[in-house]
């Protein structure tokens, strides 16, 4: 079985036992909890937050992103073998724990405190051009800033009008009235900063003619609040002392930070901690619980469940009960994937389209084979296979990561030792053509040593077009065949005898019809097979139609699926045309250097070009052709052969369990 | 000989003309909506990228046809010799390659970019989106295929 079986149960207890029970189920993450209710008015036990005081998690997480930028990074190896997560074991766990929560708050507040420090600074240094521009403005004012230049007789107005209205605005004025004084102060390029002088009795005038110049009034004390009584002069050598003031002050927060960023390792293995203890809390509400008891229902791993059932035997006398529950007739459980080692490597390409139902088989092991030959074939370059399988190998054996990550690599590896051996079929080395590396050249048929097939000379296009297109009907035939198991295994007898076997016996008579005498059967035969086929299909395939007129004619509608599956058959060109694209892709590039070396005027520079050229150009041709590899051999997969027998749709069994956000913890 | 390298040489422009346009127009429609998700959700950057990608492949399925015309018409060596027949071949090539390119590119962009924009509310859909905007590419293999048939036999 490729998927994991899984029971039904119910646990039922005294509370006093909950909080060990949860904790050893959170440790081995052997079951779902099922849906969470909030039926009860009592409580299992007491939020476990306060093990750390007012520390939560996001404040943690504050700390966490707030150090981010300060951090130096250690051991940039290590961090990079690790995928950046700190691994470590539970012992060494619940030590860091012990010594740093205790301390968590001192480290905790101090990052908010800075935080707060240099938000401020930050803020106002930005503020400060602003005013230091207007105090520039402001030069020709002889006079310090204050709220109102009015006097007993007089009304002042400072502000600032567009550069290109000033000379009207100041004939303007001068026609008004000879009692205006107008003085500019200053001038940058957009605007003029004026002062207007004027009589009380003619000032309502001054200021409609103010208005039609756009002439824009500036609230001195708004704009320059603290420097009332400062003339403009000493406005500005006290706002680049402040400047150099917070620079020095930010620069002090920022050492701070990053004196505090030592303590980054200890936080996130506590906001690891603290997420645990917030999963756990959160499993309440999954909780039946009256005064004394609790209880609730749950998914396990039924291989689990023997070894868990004897566990609580033990460990609390009979005072927590595990029980085994029926499925109730219409309940899907949830799906969780469960194949060996190798096969183990393909289950996200089934993941990433979905998770088989309740009665559908595991795919992945069926998908794994067809998955990396065609990847093989549409990589097929010696060169980036082992590029590939070099970098995933290094990883794997280097590299300290999770075990899904693992997986994944060895995913890599395998793809990368497929893409060598269609690399080795199609005679695929960086790109390389037989004339520009004779030394690796079988001088008996002109091919790479080691070359199978020349793709793109003579009749090797068409063996390699006739080669995917076989792939793929062995593909299709091997999905309509699960299909027809499928069916019997739910007793759907008609639509594997009627539906399915029919359609496959007609699609091999139409190919043997194709392949003629080639394999042996006669055309009159296979004609004949064909015949069989059809009529077949037309009684068939109206079955479904009540009335009995509509039954032929939909029997003949339905022969029309033929296209479909001829569209199906077709759509494995692609392997052809990616595993031509990467080899010709390549040589363009390797091309492309070899002109532009020659062009250039001399050889050490041509070899420099050179090298550039070619690492830049297969980089991108390796990145392409690995992009399209992967999500067209899965496409063949999702449309072509999960179309013919898989529906998928189970929700994915999420474990109650820890979380890995920031720690790899390995036992032993 | 001299209409004849004309028809290649069109034949060969075409084809990476037309598909690399239509690789660029889709590129910049997935891209100008994946800039917007993942601005908001940065951790969705690896995904957007792979979907904004998808569209590329039609330029280089255009490339490798303009490669194989000029590789097999002699410019890329040097001695240009190209017969009446192999000329018209090159030709229908460009026009199959460069108009199956343009519009899948095309509108793979499109696809790609509404499965873009629905990411951040069902990242776990991420394999279906890919899936769905990889169907508008089957014809441009479609056109590939006979651009190589053409080409190479």
Same mark, same amino acid.
């Given at each position: 079985?490729?998927?994991?079986?899984?029971?039904?149960?119910?646990?039922?207890?005294?509370?006093?036992?909950?909080?060990?029970?949860?904790?050893?189920?959170?440790?081995?993450?052997?079951?779902?909890?099922?849906?969470?209710?909030?039926?009860?008015?009592?409580?299992? /036990?007491?939020?476990?937050?306060?093990?750390?005081?007012?520390?939560?998690?996001?404040?943690?997480?504050?700390?966490?992103?707030?150090?981010?930028?300060?951090?130096?990074?250690?051991?940039?190896?290590?961090?990079?073998?690790?995928?950046?997560?700190?691994?470590?074991?539970?012992?060494?766990?619940?030590?860091?724990?012990?010594?740093?929560?205790?301390?968590?708050?001192?480290?905790?507040?101090?990052?908010?405190?800075?935080?707060?420090?240099?938000?401020?600074?930050?803020?106002?240094?930005?503020?400060?051009?602003?005013?230091?521009?207007?105090?520039?403005?402001?030069?020709?004012?002889?006079?310090?800033?204050?709220?109102?230049?009015?006097?007993?007789?007089?009304?002042?107005?400072?502000?600032?009008?567009?550069?290109?209205?000033?000379?009207?605005?100041?004939?303007?004025?001068?026609?008004?009235?000879?009692?205006?004084?107008?003085?500019?102060?200053?001038?940058?390029?957009?605007?003029?900063?004026?002062?207007?002088?004027?009589?009380?009795?003619?000032?309502?005038?001054?200021?409609?003619?103010?208005?039609?110049?756009?002439?824009?009034?500036?609230?001195?004390?708004?704009?320059?609040?603290?420097?009332?009584?400062?003339?403009?002069?000493?406005?500005?050598?006290?706002?680049?002392?402040?400047?150099?003031?917070?620079?020095?002050?930010?620069?002090?927060? @920022?050492?701070?930070?990053?004196?505090?960023?030592?303590?980054?390792?200890?936080?996130?293995?506590?906001?690891?901690?603290?997420?645990?203890?917030?999963?756990?809390?959160?499993?309440?509400?999954?909780?039946?619980?009256?005064?004394?008891?609790?209880?609730?229902?749950? !998914?396990?791993?039924?291989?689990?469940?023997?070894?868990?059932?004897? !566990?609580?035997?033990?460990?609390?006398?009979?005072?927590?009960?595990?029980?085994?529950?029926?499925? @109730?007739?219409?309940?899907?459980?949830?799906?969780?994937?469960?194949?060996?080692?190798?096969?183990?490597?393909?289950?996200?390409?089934?993941?990433?389209?979905?998770?088989?139902?309740?009665?559908?088989?595991?795919?992945?092991? !069926?998908?794994?084979?067809?998955?990396?030959?065609?990847?093989?074939?549409?990589?097929?370059?010696?060169?980036?296979?082992?590029?590939?399988?070099?970098?995933?190998?290094?990883?794997?054996?280097?590299?300290?990561?999770?075990?899904?990550?693992?997986? /994944?690599?060895?995913?890599?590896?395998?793809?990368?030792?497929?893409?060598?051996?269609?690399?080795?079929?199609?005679?695929?080395?960086?790109?390389?053509?037989?004339?520009?590396?004779?030394?690796?050249?079988?001088?008996?048929?002109?091919?790479?040593?080691?070359?199978?097939?020349?793709?793109?000379?003579?009749?090797?296009?068409?063996?390699?077009?006739?080669?995917?297109?076989?792939?793929?009907?062995?593909?299709?035939?091997?999905?309509?065949?699960?299909?027809?198991?499928?069916?019997?295994?739910?007793?759907?007898?008609?639509?594997?005898?009627?539906?399915?076997?029919?359609?496959?016996?007609?699609?091999?008579?139409?190919?043997?019809?194709?392949?003629?005498?080639?394999?042996?059967?006669?055309?009159?035969?296979?004609?004949?097979?064909?015949?069989?086929?059809?009529?077949?299909?037309?009684?068939?395939?109206?079955?479904?139609?009540?009335? !009995?007129?509509?039954?032929?004619?939909?029997?003949?509608?339905?022969?029309?699926?033929?296209?479909?599956?001829?569209?199906?058959?077709?759509?494995?060109?692609?392997?052809?045309?990616?595993?031509?694209?990467?080899?010709?892709?390549?040589?363009?590039?390797?091309?492309?250097?070899?002109?532009?070396?020659?062009?250039?005027?001399?050889?050490?520079?041509?070899?420099?070009?050179?090298?550039?050229?070619?690492?830049?150009?297969?980089?991108?041709?390796?990145?392409?052709?690995?992009?399209?590899?992967?999500?067209?051999?899965?496409?063949?997969?999702?449309?072509?052969?999960?179309?013919?027998?898989?529906?998928?749709?189970?929700?994915?069994?999420?474990?109650?369990?820890?979380?890995?956000?920031?720690?790899?913890?390995?036992?032993? | 000989?001299?209409?004849?390298?004309?028809?290649?040489?069109?034949?060969?422009?075409?084809?990476?003309?037309?598909?690399?346009?239509?690789?660029?127009?889709?590129?910049?429609?997935?891209?100008?909506?994946?800039?917007?998700?993942?601005? =908001?959700?940065?951790?969705?950057?690896?995904?957007?990228?792979?979907?904004?990608?998808?569209?590329?492949?039609?330029?280089?399925?255009?490339?490798?046809?303009?490669?194989?015309?000029?590789?097999?018409?002699?410019?890329?060596?040097? =001695?240009?010799?190209?017969?009446?027949?192999?000329?018209?071949?090159?030709?229908?090539?460009?026009?199959?390659?460069?108009?199956?390119?343009?519009?899948?590119?095309?509108?793979?962009?499109?696809?790609?970019?509404?499965?873009?924009?629905?990411?951040?509310?069902? =990242? =776990?859909?991420?394999?279906?989106?890919?899936?769905?905007?990889?169907?508008?590419?089957?014809?441009?293999?479609?056109?590939?295929?006979?651009?190589?048939?053409?080409?190479?036999?």
């Amino acid at each position: 079985m490729s998927k994991v079986a899984l029971q039904k149960i119910r646990v039922t207890g005294f509370k006093r036992h909950y909080k060990i029970l949860m904790q050893e189920l959170h440790q081995s993450g052997i079951l779902q909890l099922s849906e969470a209710h909030n039926l009860s008015q009592y409580t299992v /036990s007491k939020s476990h937050d306060d093990y750390y005081g007012s520390v939560n998690v996001a404040r943690t997480e504050f700390a966490l992103s707030f150090l981010a930028p300060y951090q130096t990074v250690t051991s940039k190896l290590d961090n990079f073998l690790s995928g950046g997560k700190i691994v470590l074991n539970n012992a060494q766990l619940s030590e860091r724990i012990k010594i740093f929560a205790p301390e968590a708050e001192k480290v905790i507040s101090a990052c908010e405190k800075l935080e707060d420090q240099l938000v401020r600074a930050r803020n106002e240094k930005a503020s400060l051009p602003k005013k230091l521009e207007l105090a520039k403005n402001l030069k020709g004012l002889h006079s310090t800033v204050q709220a109102n230049f009015n006097t007993e007789t007089t009304t002042t107005w400072i502000g600032k009008i567009p550069l290109s209205e000033k000379s009207e605005l100041m004939g303007a004025l001068a026609a008004e009235s000879n009692l205006i004084d107008l003085s500019v102060l200053g001038e940058n390029r957009l605007h003029a900063y004026v002062r207007v002088t004027t009589l009380k009795s003619i000032a309502p005038a001054v200021n409609t003619k103010l208005q039609l110049f756009d002439f824009e009034a500036i609230d001195l004390m708004n704009e320059l609040e603290a420097f009332d009584g400062y003339t403009p002069s000493q406005i500005k050598a006290e706002l680049t002392k402040l400047e150099k003031d917070l620079e020095m002050q930010i620069a002090t927060a @920022e050492m701070e930070a990053k004196a505090l960023s030592v303590h980054m390792r200890d936080l996130k293995i506590l906001a690891e901690h603290q997420a645990w203890q917030n999963s756990k809390n959160e499993a309440q509400a999954h909780m039946f619980v009256s005064e004394k008891t609790f209880s609730f229902e749950a !998914w396990v791993i039924t291989d689990a469940l023997d070894d868990f059932s004897a !566990w609580v035997k033990n460990a609390f006398v009979g005072e927590v009960v595990v029980d085994s529950m029926a499925l @109730e007739k219409d309940e899907l459980p949830p799906t969780k994937l469960g194949n060996n080692f190798v096969v183990k490597s393909f289950e996200p390409i089934t993941e990433m389209y979905g998770l088989p139902r309740k009665l559908e088989m595991d795919p992945t092991i !069926w998908l794994a084979p067809f998955f990396l030959i065609f990847f093989g074939l549409c990589l097929s370059d010696v060169g980036y296979g082992a590029l590939l399988a070099l970098v995933a190998a290094f990883f794997l054996v280097f590299g300290k990561l999770s075990r899904g990550a693992n997986s /994944s690599l060895r995913l890599l590896l395998y793809c990368g030792i497929a893409a060598i051996v269609g690399g080795v079929l199609l005679g695929g080395y960086f790109g390389l053509t037989t004339s520009q590396f004779p030394a690796m050249v079988d001088p008996d048929t002109g091919r790479f040593y080691g070359q199978i097939l020349t793709p793109t000379e003579g009749t090797g296009p068409i063996t390699f077009l006739i080669l995917s297109l076989a792939l793929g009907a062995i593909h299709l035939l091997f999905g309509m065949l699960l299909a027809f198991v499928q069916q019997i295994k739910s007793k759907d007898y008609s639509g594997a005898f009627l539906d399915t076997a029919m359609w496959v016996f007609m699609l091999v008579a139409i190919g043997l019809y194709a392949l003629g005498e080639s394999v042996g059967v006669s055309k009159v035969m296979a004609t004949n097979l064909c015949i069989a086929g059809a009529i077949g299909l037309v009684i068939t395939q109206g079955r479904s139609q009540k009335n !009995w007129l509509l039954k032929p004619l939909f029997g003949i509608l339905g022969l029309y699926n033929i296209t479909a599956y001829l569209s199906d058959l077709l759509s494995y060109s692609r392997i052809m045309a990616l595993g031509l694209a990467t080899g010709v892709v390549g040589f363009a590039m390797n091309l492309t250097a070899v002109i532009f070396s020659e062009m250039m005027p001399h050889p050490v520079l041509g070899i420099l070009i050179a090298v550039i050229i070619v690492l830049f150009g297969h980089s991108l041709n390796f990145g392409l052709s690995l992009l399209g590899a992967f999500i067209h051999s899965g496409r063949l997969q999702f449309i072509e052969f999960f179309g013919k027998f898989y529906e998928s749709g189970a929700e994915r069994f999420t474990p109650f369990a820890r979380a890995a956000k920031y720690l790899t913890v390995q036992d032993k | 000989m001299e209409y004849a390298v004309m028809m290649s040489v069109i034949g060969a422009g075409l084809s990476i003309g037309l598909a690399g346009a239509g690789s660029s127009i889709g590129i910049g429609t997935a891209g100008t909506k994946g800039a917007g998700v993942f601005g =908001e959700n940065p951790n969705l950057f690896g995904k957007v990228l792979l979907m904004m990608l998808l569209p590329g492949s039609q330029g280089i399925y255009g490339l490798l046809i303009a490669i194989l015309i000029l590789n097999n018409m002699g410019a890329l060596t040097g =001695e240009i010799s190209v017969t009446a027949i192999d000329g018209m071949k090159y030709f229908g090539a460009g026009i199959a390659m460069g108009l199956t390119g343009l519009f899948s590119g095309w509108f793979q962009g499109k696809v790609a970019a509404a499965g873009i924009a629905m990411l951040p509310r069902a =990242e =776990e859909l991420s394999g279906k989106f890919i899936t769905q905007a990889v169907v508008v590419e089957t014809y441009a293999i479609f056109g590939l295929l006979i651009a190589v048939l053409l080409v190479l036999l």
